[in-house]
T-cell receptor, first 112, second 114 residues
């Protein structure tokens, strides 16, 4: 069964600290994995995409990794800021444009 | 920048009412989607449209219908609203061949059915 699972469900850290969010997927065939950030009261916005051949990609303080062998991805946030408080959603498409599987998200709260 | 606009941020409707949720995108995208988002369940696809007047059922189409008369506009219709349709509704779009292109979301409509 095609699935995307994220952990932890929620996370609270102090401002300035680092954190890592996890995403495990069992989607076949695999093409790419995308991380979205969803601020409260907003729609999700794409942060980064990881394709099959990529291991690591950085976007400012966000670094995504992909291990296609173990079917795992992580999103590492460095030197967290209050504005990083949001839900982070891992998304994997398969087979056609309408077939997109969403993880249930990690709700991250940054405390001052 | 792609803009996806949902007509209402908040709606409160009574059980049995017919409800229309409107979504407009300004980037000439072929593909448009309606999702609902509930705590702990993630986003679930209600309907998908890949062209004007074309639609496909998603994972949870029961109790919903859609209309796409113009490329930029995709409407979600709740024929007879029920309390279990209280949820956040998100519209999204992406370009044809959207495997590697991101979904662009509206800011959502929070619907409460009483």
């Amino acid at each position: 069964k095609n699935q995307v699972e994220q952990s932890p469900q929620s996370l609270i850290i102090l401002e300035g600290k680092n954190c890592t969010l996890q995403c495990n997927y069992t989607v076949s065939p695999f093409s790419n994995l995308r991380w979205y950030k969803q601020d409260t009261g907003r729609g999700p916005v794409s942060l980064t995409i990881m394709t099959f051949s990529e291991n690591t990609k950085s976007n400012g303080r966000y670094t995504a990794t992909l291990d296609a062998d173990t079917k795992q991805s992580s999103l590492h946030i460095t030197a967290s800021q209050l504005s990083d408080s949001a839900s982070y959603i891992c998304v994997v498409p398969y087979s056609s444009a309408s077939k997109i599987i969403f993880g249930s998200g990690t709700r991250l709260s940054i405390r001052p | 920048d792609v803009k996806v606009t949902q007509s209402s941020r908040y709606l409160v409707k009574r059980t049995g009412e017919k409800v229309f949720l409107e979504c407009v995108q300004d980037m000439d995208h072929e593909n448009m989607f309606w999702y609902r988002q509930d705590p702990g369940l993630g986003l679930r696809l209600i309907y998908f449209s890949y062209d004007v007047k074309m639609k496909e059922k998603g994972d949870i189409p029961e109790g919903y219908s859609v209309s796409r008369e113009k490329k930029e506009r995709f409407s979600l219709i709740l024929e007879s609203a029920s309390t279990n349709q209280t949820s956040m509704y998100l519209c999204a779009s992406h370009a044809l061949g959207g495997y590697n292109s991101p979904l662009h979301f509206g800011n959502g409509t929070r619907l409460t059915v009483t």
